[in-house]
């Protein structure tokens, strides 16, 4: 196999991913990250979460995860309301709004990639991961941040 194929194959999968960022920000008018989190928060029970089981789930740092709220928040998807078992903290809830926008959102690649590869057997996971390992060290990608899939163009909220 010529090694170019493989450079090819990775601009590919570059270009799939910027394709899927731009066409979920023109559907929904809302980010990669924001799509996520509202995914995430549908997804718990009564469709409610904190703060911190949002950020853990994301990957993403306290003063991200709080710009994405907030713009939720703002734009009616997300509402923030006292914890009932204590008040000085704040749950996160999705909202009708929220989840009318998750409904006419197209599945994100992630999420697509996720299944596929949960389908998979573990050895063969183990052979993808070996393979993805030695490209991010060829690419020196090691500390590059693995955050919710983004694009250059994009702000993580």
């Known amino acids: 196999m010529d090694y170019t194929e493989i ?4 601009r590919r999968l570059i270009r799939a991913i910027d394709l899927d960022s731009k066409r ?3 559907e929904t008018g809302l980010s990669i990250p924001q799509l996520l989190s509202l995914s995430f928060i549908s997804k718990q029970p009564e469709g409610q979460t904190t703060q911190l089981e949002l950020r853990k789930h994301l990957n993403l740092n306290s003063s991200t995860v709080t710009g994405i709220v907030s713009r939720l928040v703002e734009k ?3 509402a923030r309301q006292p914890a009932k078992e204590d008040k000085r903290a ?7 709004d929220g989840i009318r926008i998750l409904n006419i959102s197209s599945p994100l ?5 996720t299944k596929k590869l949960s389908q998979l057997p573990d050895e063969k996971l183990e052979e993808i991961q070996k393979n993805l390992t030695f490209l991010i060290q060829v690419l020196e990608a090691e500390n590059i941040d693995a955050s919710p899939f983004i694009t250059s163009s994009q702000r993580l909220d």
């Open 7 to 10: 450079v090819i194959s990775i």
């Open 24 to 26: 979920s920000q023109k």
């Open 76 to 78: 009616g998807f997300i």
């Open 90 to 96: 704040t749950r996160i809830s999705i909202t009708k």
């Open 109 to 113: 690649l992630q999420e697509k990639l």
